[in-house]
């Protein structure tokens, strides 16, 4: 059972940073995707960035597009979310998702990936 372990949330003021992390378990392979998923009070989850493991390719919601970046770590098998100028409306639990055999594309797809992390609160003060 893959485990993936998030950390890196808090409170922050409109216009900061964050730098999210999530742990993985797996010795990961070529085949494997990680990603980030957010859910705000209310909401349904929704897509906020994937990277393929083995060549880098990402993907991003519009949303966040030219504010967040999304990289990995194969010495430590650990994905970050750099979040820069941050929003009021980017408030949510965020959650790391992986699977195998997906792309930074077909993760983005609801409902996700096949394993979850517990979630890191983020929120931005305005």
């Known amino acids: 059972q893959v485990q993936l372990v998030e950390s890196g949330g808090g409170l922050v003021q409109a216009g900061g940073s964050l730098r999210l992390s999530c742990a993985t378990s797996?010795?990961?392979?070529?085949?494997?995707?990680m990603g980030w998923f957010r859910q705000a009070p209310g909401k349904e989850r929704e897509f906020v960035a994937a990277?393929?493991?083995?060549?880098?390719?990402?993907n991003y919601a519009d949303s966040v597009k030219g504010r967040f970046t999304i990289s990995r770590d194969y010495t430590k098998n650990t994905m970050y979310l750099q979040m820069n100028s941050l929003k009021p409306e980017d408030t949510a639990v965020y959650y790391c998702?992986?699977?195998?055999?997906?792309?930074?594309?077909?993760?983005?797809?609801?409902?996700?990936?096949?394993?979850w992390g517990q979630g890191t609160q983020v929120t931005v003060s305005s």
């Open positions: 990277v393929t493991w083995s060549g880098g390719s990402t």
């Open positions: 797996e010795r990961t392979s070529s085949r494997y995707a």
């Open positions: 998702t992986a699977a195998y055999f997906r792309t930074a594309q077909t993760l983005a797809v609801p409902p996700g990936g096949d394993y």
